[in-house]
């Protein structure tokens, strides 16, 4: 069973940082693709930044030149930096990959979310 676990939400204040990370867990053959997504309140889920097994990244324009995706391979833990943090950046951030588990086939796994709160 693969299963994708956020951490590191929280409360701060506007032009603060927080660092996000997502991290894979079971039985585990390759990852492709490793996502952030976010949700606010009344709203679409939106893709933040997405980076591929092969290191391209990319970002929504509201995020340009104040978040980092980044990830570390051996530890199948995808991390998201963010600066400068501003209060419309307040929604729940979701963790996505494309997975394939030893003797499947590639699945797309969401993590739980985790809250991020931006106070003016």
């Known amino acids: 069973q693969v299963q994708l676990v956020e951490s590191g939400g929280g409360l701060v204040q506007a032009g603060g940082s927080l660092r996000l990370s997502c991290a894979a867990s079971g039985s585990i053959f390759r990852i492709n693709t490793m996502d952030w997504y976010r949700q606010a309140p009344g709203k679409q889920r939106e893709l933040v930044a997405a980076?591929?097994?092969?290191?391209?990244?990319m970002y929504a324009d509201s995020v340009k030149g104040r978040f980092t995706i980044s990830r570390d391979n051996a530890k199948n833990t995808v991390y998201l930096q963010m600066n400068s943090l501003k209060p419309e950046d307040t929604a729940v951030y979701y963790c996505?990959?494309?997975?394939?588990?030893?003797?499947?086939?590639?699945?797309?796994?969401w993590g739980q979310g985790t809250q991020v709160t931006v106070s003016s």
């Open positions: 980076l591929s097994s092969g290191g391209r990244t």
């Open positions: 996505n990959a494309d997975i394939s588990a030893l003797g499947d086939d590639w699945e797309n796994y």
